[in-house]
């Protein structure tokens, strides 16, 4: 750490378009940024403890940081061990979150690690705000949607979405790795561009024809397909497929293996079986690691101010050799979430609800999944619970100039974006 404290550097005071402190190295600087590191008021939460979350973990307690807490679902299975160092066999069947907090605090003394086995959605706003700095190694983009949505909400703004109160700016430090390639982000809410702002940048999930699954099969994913989606529901239509135990993987692994004999596919491993039926992509420990160290740094620079924060992306390929680039990532003005929660749509009067909600709300600018529509007078639709569900449901095929007049704005929610965060919308009859 006193390496980059005490030398100077051409970036330390650098200004550009993120918000920092001013640094001087030397002493005094040492001094205040081992105070933030290793004081009371340095509270760091790390969300998720798999792959990369294990190499979070470990960066932040040696490189100071003294108060951290963990969340994780997860429990530890046997396929974890070979890239998840903080576990062993013997905590195989434990929670991931409190066997990673006792191997930290064991291996770092003096570092004090809070677990927490859950769902970030099982926490409210005010547990996100006692934290200097929310750091994520979460596997899948619905979970940084919402914990994206839930730390712009906490920066305090006025009428015109400027942020009031800077203290209520929680940086948002995103990692994510996909087998040799990467990425390290930083999210200042309300300041740079946020997760929803650039929603585009993630693939659409790949999924296969049925028609091909069922009929022409042609590569392994196929057979794997067959059999998860078709096979299983007939061999046992009361019994869900549980993608962790290793003997529904089984079944499915050899029905796919006799199925690819039929049509001389070649290539239907075991691992490749339990890759296709989770969706999941290999993980690269070097990738973690690499991803990990960046990730790290930038929490670093945030807290110490010992370096010009990361504007705003990195990108990391270690496909054909070790390749990274940074780029800023504009904020979009309409973004619902750090943006103008407001929109207006222009749609025939004719136009029913379940075609308003499939055509602009589900689309690829708003990868709106579920959502729940409320006019100012009356429920429209709701997704859950069940019976509010049942009683609006028929309002789906109602035309919107029965349920609306021209001009009204209707409010969307959608789990997505958590309880901070609501698409008004207004609606234009052309």
Same mark, same amino acid.
């Given at each position: 750490?006193?390496?980059?404290?005490?030398?100077?550097?051409?970036?330390?005071?650098?200004?550009?378009?993120?918000?920092?402190?001013?640094?001087?190295?030397?002493?005094?600087?040492?001094?205040?940024?081992?105070?933030?590191?290793?004081?009371?008021?340095?509270?760091?939460?790390?969300?998720?403890?798999?792959?990369?979350?294990?190499?979070?973990?470990?960066?932040? $307690?040696?490189?100071?940081?003294?108060?951290?807490?963990?969340?994780?679902?997860?429990?530890?299975?046997?396929?974890?061990?070979?890239?998840?160092?903080?576990?062993?066999?013997?905590?195989?069947?434990?929670?991931?979150?409190?066997?990673?907090?006792?191997?930290?605090?064991?291996?770092?003394?003096?570092?004090?690690?809070?677990?927490?086995?859950?769902?970030?959605?099982?926490?409210?706003?005010?547990?996100?705000?006692?934290?200097?700095?929310?750091?994520?190694?979460?596997?899948?983009?619905? $979970?940084?949607?919402?914990?994206?949505?839930?730390?712009?909400?906490?920066?305090?703004?006025?009428?015109?979405?400027?942020?009031?109160?800077?203290?209520?700016?929680?940086?948002?430090?995103?990692?994510?790795?996909?087998?040799?390639?990467?990425?390290?982000?930083?999210?200042?809410?309300?300041?740079?561009?946020?997760?929803?702002?650039?929603?585009?940048?993630?693939?659409?999930?790949?999924?296969?024809?049925?028609?091909?699954?069922?009929?022409?099969?042609?590569?392994?994913?196929?057979?794997?397909?067959?059999?998860?989606?078709?096979?299983?529901?007939?061999?046992?239509?009361?019994?869900?497929?549980?993608?962790?135990?290793?003997?529904?993987?089984?079944?499915?692994?050899?029905?796919?293996?006799?199925?690819? /004999?039929?049509?001389?596919?070649?290539?239907?491993?075991?691992?490749?079986?339990?890759?296709?039926?989770?969706?999941?992509?290999? $993980?690269?420990?070097?990738?973690?690691?690499?991803?990990?160290?960046?990730?790290?740094?930038?929490?670093?620079?945030?807290?110490?101010?010992?370096?010009?924060?990361?504007?705003?992306?990195?990108?990391?390929?270690?496909?054909?050799?070790?390749?990274?680039?940074?780029?800023?990532? /504009?904020?979009?003005?309409?973004?619902?979430?750090?943006?103008?929660?407001?929109?207006?749509?222009?749609?025939?009067?004719?136009?029913?609800?379940?075609?308003?909600?499939?055509?602009?709300?589900?689309?690829?600018?708003?990868?709106?999944?579920?959502?729940?529509?409320?006019?100012?007078?009356?429920?429209?639709?709701?997704?859950?619970?069940?019976?509010?569900? $049942?009683?609006?449901?028929?309002?789906?095929?109602?035309?919107?100039?029965?349920?609306?007049?021209?001009?009204?704005?209707?409010?969307?929610?959608?789990?997505?974006?958590?309880?901070?965060?609501?698409?008004?919308?207004?609606?234009?009859?052309?």
């Amino acid at each position: 750490m006193d390496r980059l404290l005490l030398r100077s550097s051409p970036f330390g005071a650098e200004t550009g378009a993120l918000p920092i402190g001013e640094f001087e190295p030397g002493e005094e600087a040492s001094a205040r940024a081992w105070d933030a590191l290793m004081g009371e008021d340095c509270k760091i939460l790390v969300i998720g403890a798999g792959g990369l979350g294990c190499e979070l973990l470990k960066d932040l $307690a040696l490189s100071g940081c003294r108060d951290i807490t963990v969340i994780d679902v997860d429990t530890i299975d046997l396929s974890n061990l070979n890239r998840q160092f903080l576990f062993r066999m013997k905590d195989v069947g434990r929670p991931k979150a409190v066997v990673a907090a006792e191997f930290i605090e064991k291996r770092v003394p003096g570092c004090k690690v809070a677990a927490h086995h859950a769902k970030i959605q099982d926490f409210d706003g005010e547990f996100y705000s006692q934290f200097s700095v929310v750091v994520s190694g979460l596997d899948n983009v619905e $979970a940084r949607r919402w914990m994206n949505s839930m730390l712009c909400s906490l920066a305090e703004i006025d009428d015109d979405g400027n942020v009031i109160d800077p203290d209520t700016i929680i940086p948002f430090v995103d990692g994510g790795t996909e087998g040799f390639k990467g990425h390290a982000r930083v999210i200042l809410p309300r300041h740079t561009s946020c997760f929803e702002c650039s929603l585009d940048l993630f693939p659409p999930q790949r999924v296969f024809p049925m028609c091909t699954i069922a009929d022409t099969p042609r590569l392994p994913e196929h057979c794997i397909s067959y059999a998860h989606l078709l096979q299983w529901p007939q061999a046992f239509p009361d019994k869900k497929l549980d993608k962790d135990d290793p003997e529904h993987m089984k079944w499915i692994h050899e029905r796919a293996q006799e199925r690819a /004999e039929q049509h001389q596919i070649p290539d239907v491993t075991y691992m490749l079986t339990v890759g296709v039926v989770k969706n999941v992509i290999p $993980a690269v420990a070097s990738t973690n690691a690499v991803v990990s160290a960046a990730c790290a740094l930038e929490v670093v620079k945030l807290v110490t101010y010992a370096g010009h924060v990361l504007n705003t992306y990195l990108m990391y390929n270690g496909v054909t050799g070790v390749y990274g680039s940074t780029m800023a990532l /504009e904020r979009r003005a309409d973004c619902v979430v750090c943006g103008a929660p407001r929109r207006t749509f222009r749609v025939p009067a004719a136009t029913t609800l379940r075609a308003f909600i499939a055509d602009h709300l589900g689309g690829a600018a708003l990868k709106i999944r579920k959502p729940s529509v409320t006019h100012p007078s009356r429920v429209l639709f709701m997704q859950a619970p069940p019976a509010l569900r $049942a009683q609006t449901e028929p309002n789906l095929d109602l035309p919107l100039s029965e349920l609306c007049a021209d001009g009204d704005e209707l409010t969307v929610t959608d789990p997505a974006w958590g309880q901070g965060t609501a698409l008004g919308a207004v609606i234009k009859f052309s």
